[in-house]
């Protein structure tokens, strides 16, 4: 069973930048079809970003679309959230998701049921 590492977190100013990783245990990462989710207080877990396993294709939801970035290493086992200009927003656990279902090469998850493998989630606060 794959295991996932999320770091990077941390507190930043409205306007600044994170970058998340994902380490991944399984060394069939290649193979796995990777997301984040976020889930603010009081708020139900949503959909951030995904990436396919072939990292040809990826998606983002319109509340970060021109601000963030997902990317994948396959080499080191690793997804990447780039996020930059955030906003207060923004603030949230942020939660890396895999899957490895053997859908196609296009693919995206996004929903959470999509997903079998999460992290233990990582603390975004972004000030204002």
């Known amino acids: 069973q794959v295991q996932l590492v999320e770091s990077g977190g941390g507190l930043v100013q409205a306007g600044g930048s994170l970058r998340l990783s994902c380490a991944a245990s399984e060394r069939t990462f290649s193979s796995y079809a990777m997301g984040w989710f976020r889930q603010a207080p009081g708020k139900e877990r949503e959909f951030v970003a995904g990436?396919?396993?072939?990292?040809?294709?990826?998606y983002y939801t319109d509340s970060v679309k021109g601000r963030f970035t997902i990317s994948r290493d396959d080499a080191k086992n690793t997804v990447y959230l780039q996020m930059n200009s955030l906003k207060p927003e923004d603030t949230a656990v942020y939660y890396c998701a895999g899957t490895n279902n053997g859908r196609g090469r296009l693919w995206v998850g996004v929903t959470s049921m999509d997903y079998d493998y999460w992290g233990q989630g990582t603390q975004v606060t972004v000030s204002s």
């Open positions: 990436i396919s396993w072939t990292g040809r294709r990826t």
